[in-house]
């Protein structure tokens, strides 16, 4: 397709893959918002991981459909929608014929660390579904949209927490007087976390031997659940986990304080991590896409804005509560995981800074406004679904059934 100069300049295509989940809603939204085309690929199985499990979100969520037609409704956006499973080969290829994407951006992958330590079938799933998954859209680039763009959600934990400073991604070492950059060494500590290192390196190999371009955005915690765009209906609210399996560490605790839960540090509570909020996943991921990495180029970027240990959100959390009138306990639960709780921690995270990412830093006014939003849906919190479930320690062969 060719056309004249004076011509409005073509709209950029983005698959999100993964666009029915927490970040990836949030972003399809936020990308259509701002004029991209979207379109959202998703096998719908992390509503199918709730049913099996009886889990729910915080706030209620509308189906996938819903949600795009009350988009279209307000907005006057088409989202396309591509419901399917991206390791069935056939499916992704037609997805890509039909679509011919400038970016994908991929959130498609089982992003549970406890998920993946339930039981062996679990931690085969995850392994199965994020390498294959990832690697079937590296092939359908190859085959049909080699110019194409990909936006992978890596994963901070890929790093561990080694005792020295932790680089984007590629780290510079002289031995035996010879000096050579190389990635960065990884000690993820789970099956989940191990996934997304595989995927790196296959996208790593890709980049080199087909001259694929990716970013791949190692992200820390992401916490909230407001963003301009779901905040324009109830239809399209995102959802919001605070259970043992897939609720993370700073949600989890809101939720906690609104219903009178202790909150629950694993182990010593020294555990620290990048953190960020949601707001932010947007513009980062609109950040990465509107500056693409160069053909065969493997880029990555540490993505998140703070760190913070368990012991400072348990600390940051009581004090909102303290504000709002709640007494909020907390209580040291033995580690169901197996992981440092007292450690070194200081990572970079300037390459999406110098692109021009403005953070939305954890205020004590926005705990408090995420506090408020926990207590007016406390009602349809399931206490028996706070305490964690999964213990790294004792996963075995034999599939694990669920208690009720
Ligand atoms: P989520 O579970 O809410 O969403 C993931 C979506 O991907 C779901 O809608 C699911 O149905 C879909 N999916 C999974 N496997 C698929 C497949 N094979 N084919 C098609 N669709 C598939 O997870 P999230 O919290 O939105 O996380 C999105 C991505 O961001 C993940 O890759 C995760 O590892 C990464 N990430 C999340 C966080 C966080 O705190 N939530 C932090 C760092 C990185
Ligand atoms: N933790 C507690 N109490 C809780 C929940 C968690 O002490 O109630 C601790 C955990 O032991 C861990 C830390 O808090 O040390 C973070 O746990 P989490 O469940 O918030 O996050 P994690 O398992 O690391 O996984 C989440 C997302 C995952 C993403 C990752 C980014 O689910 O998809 O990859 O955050 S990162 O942590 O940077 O690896």
Redesign the pocket.
């Known amino acids: 397709s060719h056309h004249s100069s004076n011509e409005p300049a073509k709209r950029k295509r983005v698959m999100v ?9 949030a972003t399809a939204l936020h990308l259509s918002n701002k004029n991209y085309e979207v379109a959202i ?9 709730d049913h099996q499990l009886g889990l729910d979100s915080l706030t209620p969520i509308s189906s996938i459909h819903t949600r795009v037609r009350r988009w279209k409704s307000l907005t006057g956006k088409t989202i396309e929608l591509y419901i ?4 069935d080969f056939e499916f992704l290829s037609e997805t890509f014929k039909s679509f011919e994407p400038d970016s994908v951006v ?7 660390a406890p998920y993946s330590m339930i039981d062996r079938s679990r931690a085969v799933f995850t392994q199965n ?2 390498v294959i ?1 990832t690697l079937n859209v590296l092939f359908a680039m190859k085959e049909f949209r080699e110019e194409c763009h990909l936006v992978k ?5 890929e790093y561990g927490t080694p005792n020295i400073d932790i680089e984007e991604g590629y780290i510079t070492i002289t031995h035996n007087g010879r000096t050579d950059t190389l990635p960065y060494p990884k000690q993820a500590s789970s099956f ?1 976390h191990l996934s ?1 290192v595989h995927d790196s390196n296959n996208i790593a190999f890709t980049c080199k031997a087909w001259g694929i371009r990716a970013t791949d ?1 190692n ?5 909230g659940v407001r963003t301009d765009e779901t905040e324009m209906h109830e239809e399209l609210f995102n ?1 919001f ?1 605070y259970d043992g399996v ?1 609720g ?1 560490a700073l949600n989890r605790f809101c939720v906690q304080a609104a219903v009178g839960h202790p909150l629950t540090v694993y182990g010593k509570g020294g555990q620290t991590r990048g953190y960020l909020d949601i707001r932010d ?1 947007v513009q980062c991921v609109e950040l990465a896409i509107a500056n693409p990495a160069k053909p065969g180029e493997f880029r990555v970027f540490n ?1 998140f804005t703070e760190q913070f240990s368990v012991n400072e959100l348990a600390s940051l959390v009581t004090k909102a509560g303290k504000k709002l009138g709640l007494d909020v306990q907390t209580t040291s639960v033995p580690n169901p995981r197996v992981e440092a709780e007292e450690h070194y921690y200081n990572a970079k995270h300037t390459k999406l800074i110098e692109l021009g990412l403005k953070p939305h830093l954890l205020s004590d006014s926005l705990i408090d406004s995420l506090l408020n939003f926990t207590i007016k849906y406390k009602d349809r919190v399931d206490t028996k679904q706070i305490m964690p479930s999964v213990s790294w320690r004792k996963i075995g062969v034999k599939p694990r059934t669920i208690a009720t």
């Not at 690929?41 to 991981?49: A, E, G, I, P, Y």
């Not at 399917?84 to 390791?87: A, E, V, Y």
């Not at 959600?153 to 934990?157: D, I, S």
């Open positions: 893959i993964g666009g029915d989940g927490y970040c990836g809603w690929v998703d096998s719908l199985v992390r509503r199918l991981f399917g499973d991206i390791c991929h959130f498609g992958e089982q992003r549970s579904n994020n998954g959600l890596g994963t901070m934990g989940y997304k955005l992200q820390g915690v992401v916490y959802r986990d897939f993370t996943t993505q």
